[in-house]
């Protein structure tokens, strides 16, 4: 397949490639062949799909996400951290023990995702193995891609709400088993305070022999880091904790939130390969605290950007852009200027190729990577002849689901599922 | 008339007031009679227009826009302050000397109030008095209640974007004589380093004679606050120095930003009944920094938002309500919780009753306020009967301009009027 349009996306996070009235050339596996100015006389026979003055993007990547906190939205965002979870957060959870109520909000979830423009996501499910096999079926339907996680909690946590480290285990080996190209289970413990140091340990020799990855939550909070530091008296920081688990990057790992992350555990997540999955409408919205990118970009860590719906109160990823460089901002104000800020095309190669190599050669456009892309018509903007470059960055802070006209993921184009 | 709908409104900031299909009864004159739960028998021959289950809410007050900067809405926020103003925002605001470049953005900016659900705005333009005047007209043909500025500057600024104490009081005084009751002039010095003493000086004086109200820029960030010191040097603070020319409360007056507002400035503030204009997105995008508004509610200065566009990236009320919250839970977090953070409710009123107060009553729905409404399907959000208290909830963070399906300023309902 041949695609024509204006092609936009972040090779290196400095600035956007921009190729006016391009190509991009997919291979039969969707994988690009090559991105041409003009097109090369070898393909002068393939037909080309036009997508007149319209942008070509890749496709964005969620990093941190609660799939069935999605009815849950918007809710309680009053509320502490606490009460939070126990009012709201876990009685919601606890519903995904019933399959058909499973089904309609995770439909719900797939299709907001798809709409947003999100192709691939790493997600939480819930203790609850029949649901969580059906959240990952209904994302191969989509066609979208996931690392789909079932829970493992077994403390500190309502009865309803716990599995043990056999339950767990064995899900993963199954899900493992069964896994395809576009889902593939995850190992997810909670967070430490969540898990007992048994149920931390099986996990962590079951990533150790099977290579699997591992997503979960790291120094989102003071009060939780502290508790941490109480229940891991051996560990050095947070993060060692994980680390002395075999959680820490000894197989491709995802940390969320990361706000009080310094000194030895950055080093540990540096050293270790670990990505930060940063969540700044969360942090705020859960008055967590302001996670200092650009000091783990310094440092050489690596980078990637999540949602966290429920506690982050939107799913599409255009708003998460947004907030990563404005939570960046005021560390430069409270720094007075000491730190730089991310860049509009910093925060917008987190979102899309730094998060994507969690998948692969995902999330630009260059010989190799899978043809991720949204095709997004912004002619609503675009009144005033606006540049390319002005038109990436209005469709970023002023765009939304309905400027998105196609959305493919892994070379194939994806049509609306209806969730009801 | 009579509306029947879900009516929500903040008569206090605590909570939100919620009557399930309740009744408001209009007057002729658009000021509310009375709200009721069950319609009193001296109505029951008026007919009643019934919204069903929509919601029905309090139009927004956006109390700091510029509106000659709506072209560069999302445009060059990589930018620091100074080449964001030099490389961007002068060069834009002096297009508005050509009379049908601005009637262009301005039909434009003034539709996209009205799809954003603002029905009342105070409003910067630019030096230019045609231009102004033809702002002023758009709001009075849509329909929409505004104070608009023509922006008085004469220093530290393009030569081509000056005007004198002259000019602009001149204008003024024209604009006072053809106010009505819609649409009004407001005395706009740009900022203290934008204008001369002698500037200052006699729009303090026209101020004194007319009551004309007052807006301008306080305190947004700390480059600018020494730079005003160093301009002042009798003044004890930012604001003292507008105090001195008769410009801080002598009228009624609105001070954007006030981030680095305390002490003296604070008490000035209050004593005076100025109004902060709180701008978080724009303080956000310009790294200005955080405005302690909870502080400020706590010591009994009064607040209203604005979206503060285009340093601010999007003209809806809603976001700039989400980001009020999500700031001053960053003051919580960065205080370690001593300064408890904004609910919903006291945002939301920020956003209607405490910003319509500019405008008399205005911004709630209670017996003698103006009826400034919009009603709300937010159908599609309220999948799993939610109740109304998280309906709005949802709404808020949720929501945008598809939803709203009718739209009330001054107990008249605003159809769209077409922008080109």
């Known amino acids: 397949m041949i695609y024509r349009a204006n092609i936009i996306c972040t090779p290196t996070p400095e600035r956007f490639k921009i190729l006016e009235h391009g190509y991009v050339v997919v291979n ?73 109520y499973a089904e309609r909000i995770y439909r719900r979830f797939v299709h907001e995702l798809w709409m947003q423009g999100t192709m691939r996501s790493a997600v939480f499910a819930t203790i609850h193995p029949q649901a969580t096999d059906l959240l990952a079926a209904l994302f191969e339907e989509a066609g979208m891609s996931a690392y789909v996680g079932l829970v493992a909690m077994n403390r500190n946590c309502p009865d309803q709400l716990t599995n043990t480290a056999e339950d ?123 996670a200092p990118i650009r000091h783990f970009l310094n440092e050489g860590v690596k980078v990637a950007l999540g949602t966290d719906v429920s506690a982050g109160h939107y799913l599409s990823m255009l708003r998460v852009i947004q907030y990563a460089i404005q939570i960046s901002k005021l560390h430069y104000a409270q720094s007075r200027g000491k730190v730089k800020y991310l860049s509009l095309s910093e925060a917008f190669y987190l979102a899309t190729k730094s998060g994507g190599a969690f998948f692969g050669k995902v999330g630009s456009f260059e010989p190799g990577y899978m043809f ?36 493919f993921c892994n070379g194939k184009e994806l049509k609306e599922i209806c969730y009801e």
């Open 168 to 290: 767990a285990c064995t899900y993963y080996q199954d899900a493992f088993q069964r896994q395809t190209d576009l889902v593939k289970p995850i190992l997810t413990p909670r967070f430490i305070p969540a898990c007992t140091p048994d149920m931390l340990s099986r996990i962590g020799q079951l990533a150790a022999s099977s290579g699997m990855p591992v997503q979960s939550h790291l120094s989102e909070n003071l009060s939780e880091v502290e508790w941490v530091q109480s229940l891991e008296v051996e560990a050095s920081c947070y993060g060692d904790a994980y680390n002395r688990y075999g959680l820490f990057g000894q197989t491709p790992t995802l940390m969320a939130h990361c706000c009080y992350t310094d000194g030895e555990e950055l080093r540990l997540l540096r050293d270790n390969g670990v990505f930060v999955v940063h969540c700044p409408t969360s942090n705020s919205n859960l008055a967590s605290g302001m």
């Open 372 to 407: 991720d892309a949204l095709v997004v018509d912004d002619s609503y903007l675009n009144y005033d002849n606006y540049s390319l470059e002005h038109r990436i960055e209005r469709y970023i802070y002023l765009g939304d689901d309905r400027d998105i006209r196609h959305r």
């Open 28 to 100: 039969d596996d969707g994988r690009i062949q090559g991105v041409y100015e003009s097109l090369p006389d070898s393909f002068v026979s393939t037909p080309v799909t036009d997508f007149g003055d319209c942008l070509l993007i890749p496709a964005f990547c969620d990093m941190h996400v609660h799939a069935p906190q999605y009815r849950n939205l918007g809710l309680a965002l009053d509320e502490e951290l606490l009460p939070w979870l126990q009012k709201y957060t876990f009685p919601e959870e606890m519903k995904f023990s019933d399959i058909r």
